[in-house]
């Protein structure tokens, strides 16, 4: 909740600051800066639609209630407890998610024995969240080669544009101001528009892994909870109400 906060903070102030500097900037179009910035301006701009694109998806596919499901946490308890693999099986590759898939390779293991060996419950479920990881890290992780990438490819655009104004000094002098102008303006608006992407790219980089990391520590709680319901055939304290905590307490 606070990491969404704080985005949504962040997001307000870029635009605010977006907003201002386009006030005191001169009636310069898009298409005028694009022209100004030169070749460089091209894939800069399919990095930023790109960026977006990236950000929107992350926000939909790692929403903690899609990736954990914990509303399924109740059924799949009373199935461990009363030892009900097959059923919990069935349940998840039914219900497929983040939390199921991991869940299901770790039931797979108990059904080929009737003693169940609960480190290769454990190996198989580190396996599955490895797997199931890597997939879902793949869109965070193209935010920070956009973050690393964008100001590398301004700074490029920047030194084009310095070559050209360089070349212009020496084939016409001084004597041309407006083309020495147009190449150093070129050199400007790549390393501004690299920075411009780069800044929220690696923002929403942090953001994201940050609350994939709490999600991930979420899921590992949640299945080490079936898996000892499993092996106690009791209901983790975790999941005791708190009316049953105090009869327990008088007994």
């Known amino acids: 909740m606070k990491l969404r906060i704080i985005a949504t903070l962040w997001c307000v102030l870029a635009c605010s600051a977006f907003a201002q500097g386009s006030e005191n900037a001169s009636q310069v179009s ?4 694009i022209k100004t910035g030169g070749w460089a301006m091209w894939p800069l701009g399919g990095f930023s639609i790109f960026m977006i694109t990236l950000i929107i998806q992350n926000f939909m596919n790692l929403c903690s209630k ?10 799949l308890l009373d199935m461990m407890m009363q ?7 069935i349940y998840c590759r039914k219900n497929p998610s983040l939390f199921t898939n991991t869940f299901g390779a770790g039931l797979e293991r108990c059904l080929d024995s009737e003693d169940i060996d609960f ?8 396996e599955a969240s490895i797997e199931q990881t890597s997939k879902l890290m793949k869109p965070i992780d193209y935010l920070s080669i956009i973050g690393a990438s964008a100001p590398m490819l301004g700074l490029l ?10 070349n212009t000094m020496g084939t016409t002098g001084m004597g041309k101001p407006e083309l020495l102008a147009a190449n150093i303006g070129e050199a400007l608006i790549t390393t501004a528009t690299g920075l411009v992407i780069a800044i929220p790219a ?3 980089f942090f953001f994201f892994k940050k609350g994939f990391q709490k999600t ?4 590992g709680r949640n299945v080490g909870f079936l898996f000892d319901a ?3 055939g009791q209901r983790p304290i975790s999941f005791v109400d708190l009316k049953t905590l105090e009869a327990m307490e008088g007994e």
Do not use: C, N
């Not at 990736?67 to 109740?74: K, N, R």
């Not at 991930?216 to 899921?219: D, I, K, S």
């Open 30 to 33: 898009l298409l005028q800066l």
């Open 216 to 219: 991930l520590a979420t899921l």
């Open 230 to 232: 499993l092996q106690t």
């Open 157 to 166: 655009g920047t030194v084009s544009g310095m070559i050209k104004a360089f």
């Open 202 to 204: 690696m923002f929403f």
């Open 83 to 89: 030892r009900k693999v097959k059923t919990a099986l």
């Open 66 to 75: 899609v990736l954990l499901h914990e509303e399924q946490m109740p059924s």
């Open 119 to 126: 480190l290769k419950v454990k190996e198989s479920v580190e």
